[in-house]
């Protein structure tokens, strides 16, 4: 027989465990709440975030337009009689801007209060004036209603971000001009439309006109370029120092410098940017092919890292059942390993592509920081990028500009968002369980 401790001791020991028990679930709980309350506060600040880059940015998308009857006056217009596209396009037609709106407020004659009176009206409205007679001569002597975008004080003002509950030294509107704008309000001659531009225009320097196409083109040729460069090299990297480099204290150096190249701040790959592909190679400055081989230095260890984490998931036993069946080690890796690892890569690539999207540092150092009007017709043109654009627009002094940068965020994460949903469904959706 064994010896058993009195019942006391076990009644001890037994109370002794239940409250360690009870301490321990308390503990749980207590840490589940924490974390909760993290998650909590987490998205809480998220929304704080994403609703005032809403509220600054959405009005954006619309934009403020002004109709006038606008008489295409011949003699401004076509003096020669003649019809010449270079006469017609080179004439003034802010004057008949001016005239139409003369005609709306006849009482306006000092030459100053007719300069503050074309300020209600875009600076550009003159070029679109200019495209549609241009397109159709027959509007030459013709009196036509036409719908012009309004200037940036005036599209503020209708969208009530310019009080005018306010002394008048304290806004960029005189007393005067809103009362004009009222004026055109009770006539039905403003009318808030969905601004088309934002998405179709370059960059301007009147805020009404600014848009980000010339930026999402910029980024999209930066991309091609990463990606085109960055994938191969990453993943064929990846292949070599996990299937077929010698284990030695050489590959060891190798992997050490490519965890921490990760790590790196991305102004520091700017600056290795621009000494060697400006200053060493002579590459077109702001242009996206410089932009897309400086940015695919930065996403080279973040792809080979995952398509090496992507290798290594793959179980051994499918590389021996090819062996076994007489395949040789590089058909091993193409027609077995690399397929399946193929999801896990891919998601890695799609990661660095994102975080290369969001980039600005380094693009600054490379001089694609320059006002760029035209859309880029090929990656060696000048050109600019939606985060670069952004930084340019935060800082200009235009109250207009404000809601160009929040809107042109809002878009940016647009694609962020989409980017790295498709990274999230190609690992679920191709994803193996072994």
């Known amino acids: 027989m064994t010896d058993r401790p009195p ?39 998220l929304g704080v975030l994403l609703g005032s880059i809403t509220v600054k940015g959405y009005s954006a998308f619309v934009l403020t337009h002004v109709g ?26 802010g004057k008949l801007i001016k005239q139409s709106l003369v005609g709306v407020f006849p009482e306006v004659t000092k030459r100053n209060d007719e300069r503050d009176l074309a300020k209600l009206v875009s600076r550009a409205a003159r070029f679109e004036l200019r ?15 036409v719908w012009l975008a309004a200037s940036g004080d005036l599209d503020m003002f209708v969208k009530g971000q310019i009080p005018r509950d306010v002394p008048e030294s304290d806004r960029r509107l005189s007393d005067r001009q809103i009362g004009w704008i009222d004026a055109l309000e009770v006539a039905g001659a403003i009318e808030t439309r969905f601004n088309t531009g934002f998405f179709s225009n370059g960059d301007s320097r009147d ?46 150096l190798i992997e050490v410098n490519i965890n921490n190249l990760a790590a790196v701040p991305s102004i520091i790959f700017g600056l290795l940017g621009l000494a060697i592909f400006l200053q060493l190679f002579h590459l077109p400055r702001s242009a996206p092919i410089v932009g897309g081989l400086t ?26 059942a090819a ?36 980039e ?49 965020i809002l878009v940016l994460l647009v694609f962020l968002i989409v980017m790295n949903a498709l990274a999230v469904y190609l690992r679920k959706r191709f994803e193996n369980r072994w």
Request: glycine share 8%; proline share 8%; charged share 15%.
């Open 7 to 45: 019942a006391p001791e076990i009644w001890q020991r037994s109370v002794g465990a239940a409250q360690r028990n009870r301490r321990r679930h308390r503990a749980e709980r207590r840490f589940r709440v924490y974390g909760l309350t993290a998650v909590v506060l987490a998205l809480a600040v």
């Open 68 to 93: 006038l009857e606008v008489y295409y006056d011949p003699d401004i217009l076509d003096p020669t009689g003649t019809g010449d596209p270079g006469v017609v396009g080179n004439s003034n037609f």
């Open 131 to 145: 495209d549609r007679v241009l397109d159709d001569p027959s509007l030459i002597g013709t009196r036509q209603t």
């Open 207 to 252: 805020p009404e006109m600014a848009g980000i196409w010339g930026a999402v083109v910029g980024s999209f040729y930066t991309l091609l370029v990463t990606l085109v460069l960055a994938f191969p090299i990453g993943v064929t990297t990846a292949i070599y120092l996990e299937e077929f480099s010698p284990k030695n204290r050489w590959t060891d």
């Open 295 to 320: 940015l695919m230095i930065m996403t080279l260890p973040t792809i080979i890292i995952a398509t090496r984490a992507a290798i290594q998931a793959v179980p051994p036993s499918i590389r021996e």
């Open 323 to 358: 062996h076994g069946l007489g395949a040789s080690p590089l058909q091993v890796v193409l027609h077995h390993v690399l397929p399946l690892a193929m999801p896990g890569i891919l998601t890695g690539t799609i990661i660095g592509m994102a975080r290369a999207l969001g």
């Open 360 to 408: 600005t540092a380094p693009l600054l150092m490379i001089g694609m920081v320059a006002f760029i009007v035209d859309v880029p017709g090929g990656p060696f043109d000048p050109s600019t990028v939606m985060p670069v654009q952004i930084f340019l627009w935060a800082d200009r002094p235009e109250r207009a500009f404000l809601e160009k940068t929040s809107a042109a």
